[in-house]
């Protein structure tokens, strides 16, 4: 199509911008954590960006409030795209064509099914929550030599169609659109509630002195686990880690509420980007 790809052998937000300006570049996909950073950069709005008609985002939920300011403060549109490697599920946000659905992760694309089901795999209604299932054109074969993993993955709904398992725990609203709540081994049962760690990831986060946040369930002896807070601090705020949480529980429910803040320097990623909860939790179940 005469296009020309610029390559970075190594993500730079800096350096990003001026080979973007540089370059007139039209189309970009990135990671959630590369539009914070980018967003982030202190000479961000001196670079003009007035080439770009369309950024990807891909790997992990990008949040409603990085949306917000990039829509406003960076040209042209963007398609936020979930989905797997493995194929099944594919799922599609216009962020500028929906505004108000910036929360989820937009519709499934042509020819792709999503359902929600329970733990005892029934299909479960709009609004529920449950995890996500998905078939669509493209679905491989199965896990080279590992049946049983293959087997586990698969959900055949009543049709007799075959979908694919996500993992991830989610909802689908009155509209078709799909929200990502959590991923299903890291939900948090507490006192046999069910807690999201994206609704308290998302209180958090609200707070202006958060710049990045993760919750994991951690051992309790009354509650079985409970819901630790792991934030990255803003470097212009020295809110306590008490004033943060006090500030966060009073906007969550009841059966929700943090049982304590951590402050860290940085939160462990992965190279796409994404927040590494194993390694923050290995070292409380381990003790």
């Given at each position: 199509?005469g296009g020309a790809l610029v390559l970075m052998p190594k993500f730079d937000a800096y350096r990003f911008l001026k080979l973007a300006e540089r370059h ?264």
């Amino acid at each position: 199509y005469g296009g020309a790809l610029v390559l970075m052998p190594k993500f730079d937000a800096y350096r990003f911008l001026k080979l973007a300006e540089r370059h007139r570049v039209t189309h970009a996909m990135l990671v959630p954590v590369q539009y914070q950073r980018i967003l982030a950069e202190p000479d961000f709005d001196r670079f003009d960006l007035s080439s770009f008609k369309l950024k990807l985002c891909t790997s992990a939920p990008l949040r409603a409030e990085v949306i917000a300011d990039a829509m406003a403060r960076w040209p042209g549109n963007i398609r936020e795209v979930y989905g797997l490697t493995e194929g099944g599920i594919s799922t599609c946000l216009d962020c500028a064509a929906h505004p108000d659905k910036w929360d989820s992760v937009g519709l499934p694309t042509e020819g792709a099914q999503v359902r929600v089901i329970d733990d005892q795999g029934n299909e479960l209604p709009q609004g529920e929550i449950g995890e996500i299932v998905g078939r669509a054109i493209s679905m491989m074969r199965g896990y080279v030599n590992r049946p049983e993993q293959t087997a586990e993955m698969l959900w055949t709904s009543p049709e007799g169609e075959v979908f694919y398992r996500s993992g991830d725990m989610g909802r689908i609203d009155e509209d078709g659109f799909i929200y990502i709540l959590d991923r299903r081994k890291d939900m948090i049962i507490s006192g046999g509630f069910n807690i999201y760690a994206v609704d308290l990831e998302q209180a958090l986060l609200a707070h202006p002195a958060v710049a990045d946040a993760a919750v994991i369930g951690i051992p309790s002896d009354h509650w079985g686990e409970t819901p630790l807070g792991l934030v990255v601090r803003n470097p212009d705020h020295n809110d306590s880690e008490a004033s943060i949480l006090d500030w966060a529980n009073a906007r969550l429910g009841k059966s929700q509420r943090l049982a304590a803040i951590e402050v860290r320097d940085e939160l462990p990623r992965s190279t796409i980007g994404k927040i590494l909860k194993r390694e923050l939790r290995a070292p409380y179940w381990s003790k």
